[in-house]
């Protein structure tokens, strides 16, 4: 039985990264953050399969505590300050976690684990880092190649584009409309404000970007790869496919408010993930429609029963 060792795995991408683990017959061990409480909403049908071991991306002794209790064969490094928006208020933790946390993880690795697999999470960010996360992502990417080629560990980085699924956290702009959808369906909301509507994403769903997490590696060799879909979406189509799946015009709803504006946006992202059809056998399962009405929903399920 194999053992993995997740950072991040009370996150979206954590939770059906274990899913897939387990499926597999891995043993999962999740590294969380001792906290006066257990935000574990997202593993909590989980929570009697994996084991949990307390660390924190900003101390070094417990990761390097944790690595060497665990023995893992592979360590999937996803923790970080995720959300672009809170690392202009928050840059500097931002940097701690999603920067530096990354170089104390791979120290871990290396003196407590050095035949382990390593992944670490970089992000399409990365390519026009116009953010305090997407310059602390660049670190986290290099870091990563520096410790592969200086010290023959087996690290490797996916750059993941934007991937969402219902799990994702509602300040985030997929989950924000399709929740705001479906409490405006419901009758428990007037409208929601957003930014820019024209920025483009490559949208997909997170179940299937697990999994190529998990293809790289098993891989003889470690490399490093993007995963996206090639299919570029604006907000506004974000908007009028979630409020169309409920019969809605998005246009009677949303508002522009200058407030959720970035300071500096990113226009256009889209992947190619060539060298992951190519190398991995990895291709998306779900399309950007189908990932939408999916979180609308999931949203109308939970504001349901919640009602």
């Known amino acids: 039985m194999p053992t993995a060792l997740i950072t991040g795995i009370t996150g979206q991408d954590g939770s059906y990264l274990a899913e ?11 590294v ?38 665990c023995q893992p064969d592979e360590i999937y490094n996803l923790a970080a300050q995720s959300f672009v928006q809170a690392s202009w208020p928050q840059p500097v933790l931002t940097g701690e976690f999603t920067a530096l946390g990354v170089t104390r993880v791979l120290e871990a690795m290396k003196k407590a684990a050095p035949k382990a ?19 602390a992502k660049v670190y986290g990417h290099w870091i990563t190649v520096n410790y592969r080629e200086s ?13 969402e699924s219902p799990r994702r956290g509602t300040e985030f702009v997929t989950r924000k409309v399709t929740d705001a959808v479906a409490r405006i369906k419901l009758g428990q909301q007037k ?27 098993q891989q003889d060799v470690p490399d490093d790869f993007v995963v996206g879909t090639g299919d570029t979406r604006s907000v506004r189509e974000l908007c009028e496919v979630a409020f169309n799946h409920v019969g809605l015009d998005y246009r009677d709803y949303v508002k522009q408010d200058p407030k959720f504006f970035r300071p500096a946006e990113v226009d256009l992202l889209v992947a190619d993930a060539s060298k992951a059809r190519a190398k991995l056998g990895w291709t998306p399962k779900v399309s950007f429609h189908e990932l939408v009405r999916m979180m609308v929903d999931a949203d109308l399920e939970r504001h349901r029963t919640a009602g």
Do not use: C
């Open 151 to 163: 010290f023959g560990l087996y690290a490797v980085s996916g750059i993941l584009f934007n991937h």
């Open 20 to 30: 897939l683990l387990l499926d597999k017959g891995y043993r999962v061990i999740g």
């Open 117 to 135: 697999r390593f992944y670490q999470a970089s992000s399409s960010e990365m390519f026009y880092p116009r953010s305090p996360y997407g310059v």
């Open 191 to 217: 409208e929601v404000r957003l930014g820019n509507l024209e920025a483009r994403r490559d949208w997909g769903f997170a179940g299937d970007y697990v999994a190529a997490m998990w293809m790289m590696l």
């Open 32 to 69: 969380v953050r001792r906290s006066s409480t257990t935000p574990y909403e997202r593993i909590g049908h989980l929570i009697d399969r994996v084991e949990l071991v307390s660390a924190d991306l900003l101390d070094q002794t417990s990761l390097t505590d944790a690595v060497h209790e």
